[in-house]
């Protein structure tokens, strides 16, 4: 991955299209903003940071926790062969999927369901996104990272998460680190706080 190449399309990449509510007009700002169903985009900044730790490559099949408005899932698709995103909240990926179809991306699948479960059937992933915050890390999410894999994933308490970046090593061997400390929204199901 060339880090000049992704931040350049992410900073042309307009936010302001993936909003579908009054808050459009505050696209330009640094800051998660509402998208309905409690649901939000994220602020671009974290949006980047987190692409960038994930580095997706051109050859990269990779799993998306949690669709939302298709922002991410449009910076994942520019620098990956497939994408796999799941969405709990059919409504926001159907116009996700109409979003990213008509700026013409066609290497992406879509599915309505728990995303806490991951994808198994596609697996394993060579990248997984994870766009909601966990209690504790999804065991199935990493049995599908596959060797030389990383995952992305928010982990801890309401209010206040790590940031962990998950990679498996060529030997099968898991690794963890703490990135940054973030506020997601939860993820659900049996790895939210209420699960």
């Known amino acids: 991955m060339d880090p000049k190449n992704l931040t350049e399309y992410f900073r042309n990449l307009d936010r302001a299209y993936f ?7 505050w696209a330009y700002l640094d800051e998660a903003l509402p998208i309905g169903y409690g649901q939000t985009i994220s602020q671009p900044s974290l949006v980047l940071a987190m692409t960038l730790q994930l580095a997706p490559e051109k050859t990269d099949r990779i799993l998306e926790i949690g669709t939302g408005s298709g922002y991410q899932t449009a ?4 620098f990956a062969r497939e994408v796999y995103t799941i969405e709990r909240i059919a409504d926001l990926s159907a116009k996700a999927r109409d979003r990213l179809t008509a700026l013409g991306f066609a290497n992406i ?3 309505v369901g ?3 479960a991951g994808w198994p059937e596609n697996a394993p992933y060579d990248k997984i996104m994870v766009t909601a915050a966990a209690a504790r890390i999804p065991a199935e999410l990493e049995e599908q990272l596959g060797p030389g894999g990383r995952m992305i ?3 801890g308490r ?3 998460q790590d940031l962990l ?6 030997d099968g061997r898991i690794s963890r680190k703490s990135v940054e400390k973030v506020v997601f929204v939860e993820l ?3 790895y939210g706080w209420s699960g």
């Open 19 to 25: 909003i579908g509510n009054e808050n459009k007009n």
């Open 75 to 78: 910076l994942l698709a520019r």
């Open 109 to 111: 699948d879509y599915r």
């Open 114 to 116: 728990d995303g806490s």
């Open 153 to 155: 994933i928010p982990v």
């Open 158 to 160: 309401p209010g206040l």
């Open 165 to 170: 970046l998950i990679s498996r090593g060529q």
């Open 188 to 190: 659900k199901g049996k």
